[in-house]
């Protein structure tokens, strides 16, 4: 096996659910060439992990989309890949696999895609069947190529952060910080402001934590309203790119996240996650080691797998500050020896 291409192109934390992929694949094919298409906004996720070998970028914002497609095609085509491989299952990604030329396209079958017309594309067509965690459904893919599937590895490269040294400092007084999470890009996977701010408060009285608020672009205003009730048990962090990012959850003590990108990077370096889930199952997108918790309403959630509830009532507000500070407990109880 000469070139392996694989497909995911966003968003973060499915990047994430993915690089077990690329582990698996570089322990089967160590001399192959690795190369992976990624949308351009999250093209630096990719910089961390150093099993692949080139990023190839997917202009979504910054070019039109005759362009991208012939821009895209253009750079495969010179690849010549033996074997592309769609871990997103869209009718976008498996274009993209098609474009490459490979005389083999692997995917999901029907039932398992995201758009079953992707299917169309594809010369093979992997049932993940029991696979119940994504992470588990997408390495089918990779044993499909005869790669042992039987650990879960993210081989990340996290460089050091200036922005770590800052909140060190900050927290020089505590035994060390935990990150909270309050943004997330769906409207119902976000928790209310004023309940993380009193988890803060927590934190600092209960395990002598400093509180470090996570912000992407959107969040600002609800990282500021933790803030602003957490009664100075918690700061805003710096601005970060994703390497910083990653460097502060890796350095963390705790990371308390709804379901979006920073949980599963938490998951991914290994940093203690209490994961918060309403509209989004667990069992399939939650944190793969055992070890982590999550609180869940899942079960009882009337919008499962939408942006926006419906509902009065959104499923996450039934998630009490009590119900995470004794799962924090429990979290934490599991790390001491």
């Not at 067509?125 to 119940?132: E, I, V």
Request: glycine content about 6%; hydrophobic content about 45%; some cysteine.
């Amino acid at each position: 096996m000469r070139s392996i291409l694989i497909v995911r192109l966003g968003a973060l934390g499915d990047i994430l659910h993915t690089i077990p992929v690329a582990a698996a694949l570089r322990t089967r094919f160590p001399d192959a060439r690795i190369d992976w298409v990624v949308d351009e906004r999250h093209r630096a996720m990719l910089d961390l992990v150093p099993v692949v070998n080139r990023r190839l970028v997917l202009r979504t914002l910054s070019a039109s989309l005759p362009a991208r497609i012939v821009e895209i095609r253009r750079n495969l085509v010179s690849e010549r890949y033996d074997i592309a491989v769609d871990v997103q299952g869209l009718l976008k990604s498996a274009v993209v696999a098609k474009l490459s030329g490979a005389s083999r396209v692997i995917g999901f079958t029907a039932a398992h895609l995201r758009e079953s017309v992707a299917g169309i594309f594809y010369t093979d067509r992997q049932d993940p069947a029991a696979a119940l965690h994504v992470i588990r459904k997408n390495l089918t893919l990779a044993g499909a190529l005869g790669a042992d599937t039987s650990a879960i590895r993210f081989p990340l490269r996290i460089p050091s952060s200036p922005v770590v040294d800052v909140i060190r400092a900050r927290a020089a007084h505590h035994r060390g910080f935990a990150v909270l999470n309050p943004g997330a890009a769906w409207a119902s996977k976000r928790w209310l402001p004023e309940r993380f701010g009193a988890v803060a408060q927590w934190l600092r009285r209960a395990c002598d934590l400093a509180s470090v608020v996570t912000w992407g672009p959107g969040d600002e205003m609800a990282a500021a309203a933790v803030v602003a009730s957490a009664a100075g048990s918690a700061e805003l962090a710096p601005p970060t790119g994703v390497s910083d990012l990653a460097a502060v959850i890796k350095e963390a003590s705790l990371t308390v996240s709804g379901d979006t990108g920073p949980a599963h990077l938490a998951a991914a370096v290994g940093t203690p996650l209490v994961g918060l889930f309403g509209p989004t199952d667990p069992v399939r997108n939650g944190p793969w080691s055992k070890a982590d918790l999550t609180v869940s309403r899942f079960a009882e959630c009337r919008c499962h797998h939408r942006r926006r509830c419906s509902a009065a009532r959104w499923c996450l507000e039934d998630i009490s500050v009590n119900d995470v500070t004794e799962t924090i407990k429990q979290r934490l109880e599991e790390r001491t020896p």
